[in-house]
């Protein structure tokens, strides 16, 4: 069905850039009858915090607080990139919980993505982290974006993303998980980064596994900004010292870690 939206306009916001992600987010409260209009309410106040929209048990409807096209101030760095929307309700909560006394508000969630999805051409397919934070198109949830996307763990575990993306019409698939490729290749150079052995042969071999593992990287033998970044991000996420230097340790995991 059609949502509703009510306008209720939060000042916290920042412009957009290409919108490529679908975040969906829990309040961690405000779970009252009109949980959505309180946060919404809340997210007019100068508190450095926003949604492009809330939703409760209320079916049908969604406040709506920051315009689609701008960046709503709770996911970090991917702000510019994404649409988000807060649900009432907590990331500690039960499949079951959310499916029996939720169900309502999980439908407003699936019509919203299903909005979203046709009116910015982003795919209804459930992403994985590293696509998320790699430069994929599709749907996360905040826990997802790790440390760069503010380090939340919502919409929590139990979250029921099968559901939710069947209603939307899209897919709850992500890339399977894997235990990586078996021993990674030898490495020729002591380690490669940006002014380091940055078109080296290895550099190359290294793009190449980090696209196949998910990551949007470009496969050009040239180690740049954007292999710094996907670096960095590959070795927040595995626990490894962030230097964006590609070295025995990070060179090996790239083949052996699991894709996450």
């Known amino acids: 069905m059609a949502l509703t939206r009510v306008w209720t306009p939060s000042p916290n916001y920042s412009g957009g850039g290409k919108k490529?992600?679908?975040?969906?987010?829990?309040?961690?409260?405000?779970?009252?009858?009109?949980?959505?209009?309180?946060?919404?309410?809340?997210?007019?106040?100068?508190?450095g915090a926003s949604s492009q929209v809330c939703v409760d048990n209320n079916r049908g409807k969604c406040w709506?607080?920051?315009?689609?096209?701008?960046?709503?101030?709770?996911?970090?760095?991917?702000?510019?990139?994404?649409?988000?929307?807060?649900?009432?309700?907590?990331?500690?909560?039960?499949r079951d919980k959310w499916l029996k006394e939720r169900e309502p508000q999980l439908r407003n969630v699936?019509?919203?993505i299903a909005e979203e999805a046709k009116k910015l051409g982003i795919p209804i397919k459930r992403l994985n982290s590293s696509q998320a934070q790699g430069g994929s198109a599709g749907v996360c949830g905040?826990?997802?974006?790790?440390?760069?996307?503010?380090g939340h763990s919502d919409p929590g575990p139990n979250w029921p993303w099968d559901k939710v993306l069947e209603w939307a019409g899209g897919s709850s698939s992500t890339a399977p998980p894997?235990?990586?490729?078996?021993?990674?290749?030898?490495?020729?150079?002591?380690?490669?980064?940006?002014?380091?052995n940055s078109t080296h042969a290895d550099v190359r071999t290294w793009q190449d596994k980090m696209r196949s593992r998910g990551w949007s990287i470009s496969v050009d033998q040239i180690y740049g900004?954007?292999?710094?970044?996907?670096?960095?991000?590959?070795?927040?996420?595995k626990g490894l010292a962030v230097d964006g230097l590609v070295g025995q340790q990070t060179w090996n995991m790239t083949w052996t870690a699991p894709v996450t």
């Open 110 to 112: 699936a019509d919203w």
């Open 20 to 47: 490529r992600l679908i975040v969906v987010h829990t309040m961690e409260g405000f779970t009252g009858s009109n949980g959505a209009y309180d946060c919404a309410k809340y997210f007019q106040g100068n508190v």
């Open 225 to 237: 900004s954007q292999s710094e970044q996907v670096c960095r991000q590959f070795q927040s996420e």
């Open 142 to 150: 905040h826990q997802d974006l790790g440390s760069t996307g503010c």
């Open 178 to 196: 894997s235990s990586g490729g078996g021993s990674a290749p030898p490495l020729h150079v002591d380690y490669f980064g940006k002014s380091h």
């Open 64 to 94: 709506e607080c920051v315009a689609r096209g701008n960046g709503a101030w709770t996911q970090c760095n991917f702000n510019s990139v994404s649409v988000s929307i807060e649900q009432s309700g907590y990331a500690s909560w039960s």
